[in-house]
């Protein structure tokens, strides 16, 4: 059974630092974008970043240059370092995926569990 599992979240003070991780488990192919989505509460998720498998990155403007997102072909992870953190970050994140699971098929888009990162001003 294929699953993305995150981990990483939690809670730090305005201006730290969290990282989280997602990785892929079970057979898969090939795994097409790989990329970080948050729900804060009352709101609607929204793209935080994400990364092609050629390596082509789009991060949403809130964050550029605040979070960095990076991904490890071999392992079928990505990673977002997320630094000078504020208050408005607090949100559950979401590891997403397009996982492909045969030669010439479509890819599947797969959700993490979702982990909660807090940041407190």
């Known amino acids: 059974q294929v699953q993305l599992v995150e981990s990483g979240g939690g809670l730090v003070q305005a201006g730290g630092s969290l990282r989280l991780s997602c990785a892929a488990s079970?057979?898969?192919?090939?795994?097409?974008?790989m990329g970080w989505y948050r729900q804060a509460p009352g709101k609607q998720r929204e793209l935080v970043a994400d990364?092609?498998?050629?390596?082509?990155?789009n991060y949403a403007d809130s964050v550029k240059g605040r979070f960095t997102i990076s991904r490890d072909t071999a392992k079928n992870t990505v990673t977002l370092q997320m630094n000078s953190l504020k208050s408005e970050d607090t949100a559950v994140y979401y590891c997403?995926?397009?996982?492909?699971?045969?030669?010439?098929?479509?890819?599947?888009?797969?959700w993490g569990q979702g982990t909660q990162v807090t940041v407190s001003s």
């Open positions: 079970g057979r898969v192919f090939r795994i097409g974008s």
């Open positions: 997403n995926a397009q996982l492909v699971f045969r030669s010439g098929s479509r890819g599947t888009m797969y």
């Open positions: 990364i092609t498998s050629g390596g082509l990155i």
